[in-house]
């Protein structure tokens, strides 16, 4: 364990090496390695220096680049699991939906008020309930593919659709007990309330997602245990069907049957290792659900464009349109042509083989890191 703060470490290397080491600890930063990692490696670095005398540079290239491979060689397991989530906690999706939210209500309240006056009452009911179904639909929506990529599918539908159903809910009622009426609100309001709103999002309870792991006794001891959390895994962290995880299980599960066939003794995690360990490594066969991840992930821009396409549309065609109507619609145009240009194949082969290359480099350092 490295005894003193990464800093303090970079400080004690030779004067023509400090710079090499600051950027060696700025690249294991930025691929997650907490301060007592770091500082191991920054120490065996040095101390390798000192024994041969050398520059840094000689010795191990590029600091950027090494600095990428020790991270991948000294993050845990799990660690090299959560780099494949974006987001880690249910509740950053939630402060992150909270900012969006009132940044939104601040942008367009501030525009009414400069429109109509700021203390005019321009807002509709049919605009709130526009505005509840969206949040509460996306919210849902995110809650839904995140709880999916950590394998939790039960609570992944339950949240989704429960919160979607609550979301048109409510809209509905919203719509029907007010419609086409004006909100009791002034104009002046709308951008408070929208800045309370994306700074009160920082100050939400943040408790972070419990950590799972797969040291669970039963899991370790029982082979259909084991077989059945790295096919949770390969589903949900990677992304495979059903059928494509048993595919991609079936080799260890022949391999296994094999050697209890023979009165092999070592266990599962022996033979294998974890299943967190075993899913990283079969990440690299992956191509074809990081296709579909990439396809979904395009095609939700168009869902966007298509929801309020449809009300914007019939407003620029209008007679009476007015300008900000068709400055709305060319946005949403010209948004809608960069989507769709993003479905070239050419970027979606980029987004695989960039991926692919991550998830190989994550294997090859676990690998790496068993061997040290």
């Known amino acids: 364990m490295a005894s003193a703060k990464p800093q303090h470490i970079v400080e004690q290397y030779p004067a023509r090496d400090r710079d090499w080491a600051q950027d060696f600890r ?26 041969s005398g050398e520059v840094a540079e000689d010795l191990f290239g590029d600091p950027l680049e090494y600095g990428e491979v020790r991270a991948y060689v000294r993050l845990t397991p799990q660690q090299l699991a959560d780099s494949e989530m974006p987001v880690n906690s249910s509740m950053l999706l939630l402060v992150g939906l909270g900012i969006g939210v009132g940044l939104l209500c601040t942008g367009f309240g501030t525009w009414v008020g400069f429109r109509d006056g700021w203390t005019a009452n321009s807002w509709r009911y049919w605009q709130l309930a526009a505005l509840t179904a969206g949040t509460g639909i996306a919210l ?16 992944s539908w339950a949240l989704g659709v429960a919160g979607i ?21 002034p104009n002046w309001l709308a951008p408070i309330l929208g800045i309370a709103l994306a700074a009160g999002a920082f100050w939400l309870p943040f408790k972070g997602e419990p950590v799972a792991t797969d040291n669970n006794a039963m899991v370790l001891a029982d082979p259909e245990a084991w077989f059945a959390e790295s096919a949770r895994l390969l589903r949900g962290r990677y992304g495979m069907r059903g059928r494509e995880a048993a595919s991609a299980l079936a080799p260890a ?23 967190n360990e075993f899913a990283i490594g079969l990440g690299v066969n992956t191509a074809k659900a990081l296709r579909r991840r990439w396809l979904m992930l395009r095609l939700l821009p168009l869902a966007l464009v298509f929801l309020y396409g449809t009300s914007l549309l019939p407003e620029a065609l209008a007679p009476d349109r007015s ?21 070239r194949p050419a970027n979606r082969a980029e987004y695989v083989e960039s991926k692919l290359a991550q998830r190989r480099a994550l294997a090859r350092g676990l690998e790496e890191g068993r061997d040290e």
């Open 253 to 275: 599960r022949e391999h296994w049957s094999t050697m209890c066939t023979a009165g092999g003794e070592a266990s599962i995690v022996e033979e294998f290792g974890t299943p």
């Open 323 to 343: 300008g900000w109507d068709i400055f709305f619609a060319v946005c949403v145009a010209i948004f809608a042509a960069v989507s769709l240009y993003e479905l």
């Open 26 to 51: 700025l690249a294991m930063l930025l691929h997650d390695l907490d301060d007592s990692q770091s500082g191991q490696e920054l120490e065996e670095a040095l101390a390798t220096i000192r024994d």
């Open 165 to 185: 159903a609550v979301s048109i809910a409510a809209a509905a009622l919203i719509a029907t007990l007010g419609g086409e009426q004006a909100l009791p609100m």
């Open 140 to 155: 849902s929506g995110h809650l839904w593919w995140f709880y999916r990529v950590k394998g939790k599918f039960a609570r």
